[in-house]
């Protein structure tokens, strides 16, 4: 079974700049997560999938950040205008959903985003 | 709102020396309690969990790590490390009754195993 898959891997910007990264979930999976993983700390969660529809985006900085996932399978997370504070891993998670219960979440090999 | 506590930022440790990694979370009625790892370059991977039942969970390469309610702790452990065990390591809590998905991660362990 293939893993979640991101891509780029690396992106290097200046600030004020745009970037994109793109999450492609393990098939099947209802439910898709980004994260920022800032150096020397843990991952915070940006926003929450359900299929298409957001579930929780209460910790994204909506003035500068976005993300979609129109199909309700890949999903794309921009940042318009970068800035150097948001230099981080961001990471996409998946996991199957069913219902009111835990679902393991799995998780990509992250997008390593450097501003400058 | 949960938070997570991992009051050793690195941890050097010999080869096949015991290791524990501290972990607290704030009090809750009830949570969900997970131990992640990062490897170099990798994602995190789930090695852990604790969400019911026996306090003491064990993973497939020999870590276990132990609920303890009164002291809000779940330290991760292993008797013997190999060089291989060298990542960071994260422990996580949710909570089930209000957001059972939403995984709040501490700012990790950074193992590293001396040969």
């Known amino acids: 079974e293939a893993g979640v898959a991101q891509s780029p891997r690396y992106k290097i910007i200046e600030k004020r700049q745009s970037v994109a990264f793109w999450c492609n979930p393990i098939?099947?999976?209802?439910?898709l997560y980004w994260y920022q993983q800032i150096l020397g700390q843990g991952p915070k969660l940006l926003i929450q999938?359900?299929?298409?529809?957001?579930?929780?985006d209460s910790q994204l900085p909506k003035d500068r950040f976005s993300a979609e996932r129109l199909k309700g399978v890949d999903s794309t997370l921009k940042i318009q205008p970068a800035k150097l504070e948001d230099s981080a891993v961001y990471l996409c998670?998946?996991?199957?959903?069913?219902?009111?219960?835990?679902?393991?979440?799995?998780f990509g090999p992250g997008t390593r985003l450097t501003v400058l | 709102a949960q938070s997570v506590t991992q009051l050793d930022s690195q941890v050097p440790v010999f080869e096949e020396a015991p290791v524990e990694l501290r972990c607290n979370y704030s009090?809750?009625?009830?949570?969900?309690l997970f131990w992640y790892v990062q490897y170099p370059n990798q994602g995190l991977q789930l090695l852990l969990k604790y969400l019911s039942g026996s306090t003491l969970v064990e993973s497939i390469n020999g870590f276990e790590a132990e609920f303890n309610k009164s002291q809000t702790s779940f330290h991760l452990r292993k008797p013997s490390v190999h060089i291989s065990d060298t990542a960071e390591y994260f422990c996580?809590?949710?909570?089930?009754?209000?957001?059972?998905?939403?995984?709040?991660f501490g700012p990790g362990t950074s193992l590293s195993v001396i040969p």
């Open positions: 098939s099947g999976h209802a439910t």
């Open positions: 996580a809590v949710s909570d089930p009754k209000t957001s059972y998905d939403k995984v709040i």
């Open positions: 009090s809750s009625v009830s949570v969900y």
């Open positions: 999938f359900q299929n298409n529809g957001v579930v929780d």
């Open positions: 998670a998946s996991s199957l959903f069913r219902g009111n219960s835990y679902n393991e979440q799995f």
